[in-house]
């Protein structure tokens, strides 16, 4: 177990930044919505929605690109209302633009279209952009899951899903332990700073939703 002098220690010497935010303020995050998406700020958590008409999406992002890919470990917590029907995109963007399914830009993200899901990165080569998108299988994302992205790996954690049980609640218990790490190990995102982006459109004139509890990053880059 590790010690909370050496956690103190590590934050102080070993990160160039560390950021911890479960969503108590928004000052610092950028909005933007289309048609009939909305934006809604709960104490602890903001929620994402699209509404029902169809192509209307809503995004937040930090307001300053701040997280660097290469030398960092990033954690979030998501929870779907659904995956069918939607593009959806979280993770590391070289710029603030909406995210596209075969985007080449440099970026780390997990990647969710139509109902399913994938780990995707992008490199900005301007001779030979590309991008590589695996897709991820055993994921339940609306299911609450704590994301991972470190470089190239990405990786989930499930928590326990509570739901009505009779006149009171059950905690339905997960296995606590991380998934395999899915890596893309032909594209790297860039070496320079990005910003963080929660997206997501509907493809169908259904309302879909994401909520985001918790982000945590740690940079580990000693300067």
């Known amino acids: 177990m590790v010690e909370m002098s050496e956690l103190l220690d590590l934050f102080s010497t070993q990160f160039r930044r560390f950021v911890y935010d479960n969503f108590s303020t928004t000052e610092s995050m950028n909005e933007a919505v289309t048609q009939t998406g909305e934006i809604t700020k709960y104490l602890t958590e903001v929620e994402l929605a699209t509404g029902i008409q169809e192509g209307s999406t809503a995004k937040i992002y930090y307001n300053f690109p701040a997280f660097n890919p290469l030398y960092s470990d990033m954690f979030f917590k998501l929870q779907f209302t659904?995956?069918?029907?939607?593009?959806?995109?979280?993770?590391?963007k070289k710029t603030a633009a909406d995210p596209t399914f075969d985007m080449t830009e440099s970026h780390a993200g997990f990647m969710f279209k139509d109902g399913s899901v994938y780990a995707s990165t992008g490199d900005s080569d301007l001779l030979n952009p590309r991008q590589q998108r695996t897709p991820i299988s055993g994921m339940v994302p609306t299911n609450n899951l704590v994301y991972r992205i470190v470089k190239d790996r990405f990786a989930t954690y499930p928590v326990p899903v509570i739901e009505p049980y009779f006149d009171g609640i059950e905690a339905v218990r997960t296995a606590r332990e991380w998934s395999n790490d899915q890596q893309n190990g032909d594209v790297t995102p860039e070496n320079s700073d990005h910003y963080f982006i929660l997206f997501i459109k509907n493809n169908t004139g259904?309302?879909?939703?994401?909520?985001?509890?918790?982000?945590?990053?740690?940079?580990?880059?000693?300067?």
Do not use: H
Not at 84 to 89: K, P, T, V, Y
Not at 209 to 221: C, S, T
């Open 206 to 223: 259904a309302d879909k939703a994401v909520r985001i509890k918790f982000f945590l990053y740690g940079e580990r880059y000693a300067d």
């Open 82 to 92: 659904s995956i069918e029907s939607i593009l959806a995109f979280v993770g590391f």
